[in-house]
């Protein structure tokens, strides 16, 4: 009677041990398999293109110019992504950090972001790419009134998104300030005047998240956002606080009660006073001391983000 069982191969021991001083030649990278650059016939699932894959979230240091002529090391978080057509596999992922470091020791600018982008997007031969950039941007602030100072951190992202053929250069900016309510004020004036009632109106902490679209030639700094919201909406939060700077906050309040829906519209005036400045998106959330729950408002000027007016997820997340 024949034995119908397969027969199984015999290898020699594997050896548990790392082998420091095994070196790769070429003839042996030449033989190690690639399974993610393999034939269409290895897809799984649909044969669908992919408008994103890519790496997300890893960090470098990179120099940063400030307005006045200085520079600063942040630490960076760095997003990469290509499209992918339905009858390729996948990418070579760590094409795009390559490519990224290829260029991480240069002083940034949006030029080197784009050759970044084009090298990575040459090498992984696709036709749609995306960079992203997201760092803490720390400015001096002076107090109101004690002569006290502190650095502020600003939340920034900057990205390089080319799609169909179009190239856009895109900042997202958040910033952080104190609303009051002008109703609140107004109840609680009106509870001192006529039942002599002390009253406070309420005011919370809250966050406008901005992103623009940068045109033409002139750069458009961070401070000059900073400046820019700063002149719609007066009373961003504060770092160094004495009594006098306090007592100065509750009066910069007082003389600025806003609505969600006013701060919305004050950052678009700015915006559309700028020449940089193309299209943009204004998220407002203040985050509210009365209600359990905020108060929202969305505001956007021309095509590029007009699609985030519909997206449930535009507030997700956005907290001051």
Avoid at 151 to 170: F, K, M, N, S, T
Wanted: hydrophobic letters at 40%; aromatic letters at 8%.
């Amino acid at each position: 009677m024949t034995d119908a069982r397969p027969m199984i191969p015999s290898y020699p021991a594997l050896v548990r041990e790392y082998d420091a001083d095994f070196r790769v030649t070429d003839d042996y990278k030449a033989d190690l398999p690639d399974l993610q650059n393999g034939p269409a016939s290895l897809i799984v699932g649909a044969r669908a293109p992919i408008q994103h894959v890519g790496i997300s979230n890893f960090r470098l240091p990179i120099r940063y110019q400030t307005s006045d002529g200085g520079e600063l090391v942040l630490e960076t978080s760095v997003t990469g992504t290509v499209s992918l057509e339905a009858d390729r596999k996948g990418i070579n992922m760590s094409r795009i950090m390559r490519s990224f470091y290829g260029h991480s020791d240069h002083l940034f600018s949006l030029k080197v972001l784009e050759a970044a982008l084009d090298d990575y997007k040459a090498d992984l031969d696709a036709f749609d790419a995306r960079i992203q950039m997201r760092f803490s941007y720390p400015i001096r602030v002076d107090s109101l009134r004690s002569g006290l100072s502190g650095w502020q951190y600003y939340d920034i992202a900057l990205e390089v998104v080319e799609q169909a053929g179009q190239r856009l250069r895109i900042m997202h900016f958040d910033y952080v300030y104190s609303s009051t309510c002008p109703c609140s004020l107004e109840l609680s004036e009106h509870a001192r005047e006529s039942r002599a009632r002390l009253a406070t109106p309420h005011s919370q902490r809250s966050i406008a998240r901005i992103s623009v679209v940068m045109d033409g030639p002139d750069k458009l700094w961070f401070e000059d956002m900073v400046d820019i919201c700063r002149r719609a909406v007066p009373t961003e939060t504060q770092v160094m606080v004495k009594r006098e700077d306090e007592q100065a906050f509750a009066e910069l309040n007082a003389a600025n009660p806003i609505f969600v829906e006013d701060a919305v519209r004050a950052f678009a005036q700015g915006l559309q006073d700028d020449p940089r400045i193309g299209d943009f998106r204004v998220v407002a959330s203040h985050q509210e001391s009365l209600h359990s729950h905020d108060a929202v408002s969305l505001l956007t000027q021309g095509t590029t983000f007009a699609q985030s007016s519909l997206d449930p997820m535009t507030f997700a997340g956005l907290r001051a």
